[in-house]
């Protein structure tokens, strides 16, 4: 066995470890079988065993490239087998029978599994939807202007209809109550103000971006959803209709090339608020550095009447989760709003 495929056994065993936390056991489950079974038998297990560069998901994501490739299998109906012994049907099932529907897959559907390894995985979680609303909150409670939203890594733009969903956070309720995206959440921590919000507009870059009225791109965005979590599939299946229906559409860009032109447009009464969540870290650092040079200098020359939010829902050297964070101009100064589940089940409101 090669150090390199040390370290990638380590990233598979090392991812189970969220999968679990966050409620997909049978992810966890498949990883560990990863980590301990994968061979360089077939020409799949050998591309991965002898991946280049930084496995895990602070890098290229491998294990969740892999376990999306395997999902989207069954998806796509390819193999009777592999479909027997995934959710709903796995209970019951030994690791022996599992990872011999695994291996099975690897060589019948090669082809289609080495082109799924080569995308990165592209998630677009709804849930997150209830951390960013106390977000959208605190800004409009602060300038009380309409929202122009602007969102970067926004893959198929399911969370650029935020305000068309409907929310239970704690013992508040807000949104659209006839919605079929019905989002629930813990909210703890100090009590935040609820506020009315209209959104004049909405866009979003991905350097991928999804189409939600595409049905076999959708069907690769559902492969990332661990198969074991019924309710992020539903969820995300009604976000898809109504983001398909709203005629929005991602535009396919650099982030930086994107918000070179976003920001020159200015935004007379209205609050133009760029955000993200969970899409900074994979940007690289010298791209991180001249995008947020190019929001502060935009927010030098920010105005009451044409104000600029950068509110963002990132990994930080905190836990547990992730951290909000909101910078607002024309002054400047950046609030640290929360914590919160890197797929929205809680939010605790520090601001």
Known sequence: MTDCSDKIR????FQAIPCRDLGSPFTARLCELVAERLTTDNAVGARVLSWPGNATAFGDSVPLRFAGALNAVV????SVELKSVYPPDHKGVDDDRLW??????LVDHEGFIQERLNSAPQTNEVRRSSILLPGFWTIANIVSL???LSELGASAGLNLNFDRFCYSLGDRSWGDEKSTVRLSAELKGNRVEQANLTVR?????DLNPLNPANSEEMNRLLSYIWPDQRERVLLTHAAIDIAARSGNSVEKSDAIDWLRIRLQQRHEGAVHV???TI???YFPEPVQKEGQELIETAGDAATTDAPLAWLRFETDSKSPGAGLYLTLWPDGKEIYLARGDFHGRWVDWLA
């Open 279 to 281: 899409a900074w870290q």
């Open 201 to 205: 507009e909405r866009a979003g870059c």
């Open 100 to 105: 011999q529907a695994i291996e099975n897959a």
């Open 10 to 13: 380590e990233a598979f065993r």
């Open 75 to 78: 998806i796509e109906g390819l």
């Open 146 to 148: 309409p929202l122009v």
């Open 274 to 276: 760029i955000y993200h």
